[in-house]
């Protein structure tokens, strides 16, 4: 492997959004966010969309967001499942999506761990989140205005990830999301900047420009219930 490893990235989907000079980007979790939180995804048959999660993502889509998904895959460097496997996984994401009319512009994704079992992966590294490395390799390949752009996850590392790159960020109280809310959130050094149901309702505020529809006054970190 290269001195400095990288993030790595899955095949891009067909008819990604082209590079625009500033464009706000949302950044997305996988696991918890997108997808039902199984633990390592071993096998194919484990890994599940959420209902939602095509509808939330087609309406980035129609507002022609770029849709990056960053996230950590360490169960590469653990032994417990390949890269091979991981490519399966994301295009089974990206054809489920595609059969709903929604599409992600991009997969990036960190396979590194520095307690690997996999020489080749055990490594302290640039792109696990919370660091950024992902996200500036987005930022480079689609001219992306980080202020202006969103990092929605289920857990705090993803929140973090979002305050290092400068982005605003959105819990979501799938996956990890509501434990870690409700039992961790008073010793976090910092509050996401919201907190939604799910993807669905964290689109909602990124489309309403970071405040819920018909709302009087946005409250960041009280946890939001569909009726």
Not at 17 to 23: D, H, L, Q, S
Request: glycine share 8%; with cysteine; net charge positive.
């Amino acid at each position: 492997m290269n001195d400095r490893p990288r993030p790595r990235k899955s095949p891009a989907p067909a008819g990604a959004t082209a590079a625009r000079a500033g464009v706000a980007a949302v950044f997305l979790d996988r696991d918890g966010t997108i997808t039902e939180e199984m633990g390592y995804i071993n096998h194919l048959d484990r890994l599940q969309l959420y209902p939602w999660a095509a509808k939330a993502i087609r309406k980035l889509n129609l507002a022609r967001r770029p849709v990056v998904v960053v996230t950590n895959q360490s169960g590469v460097a653990r032994g417990v499942f390949t890269e091979d496997l991981l490519h399966q996984a994301h295009r089974k994401i990206a054809r489920e999506l595609a059969e709903r009319k929604a599409k992600l512009d991009a997969i990036y994704y960190c396979p590194h761990h520095p307690e690997g079992r996999v020489e080749p992966y055990r490594l302290k590294c640039q792109c696990r989140k919370p660091a950024t490395g992902m996200v500036m390799d987005a930022v480079k390949r689609f001219g992306i205005d980080l202020a202006s752009s969103f990092v929605v996850g289920d857990t705090y590392r993803d929140m973090e990830l979002g305050f290092n790159a400068g982005a605003r960020t959105i819990l979501v109280l799938t996956g990890y999301g509501r434990g870690e809310y409700e039992h961790q959130r008073h010793h976090w050094p910092r509050l996401p900047d919201h907190v939604a149901e799910d993807l669905l309702e964290a689109v909602e505020i990124i489309l309403n420009g970071g405040t819920r529809s018909g709302s009087v006054a946005h409250r960041p970190v009280a946890p939001f219930r569909r009726a």
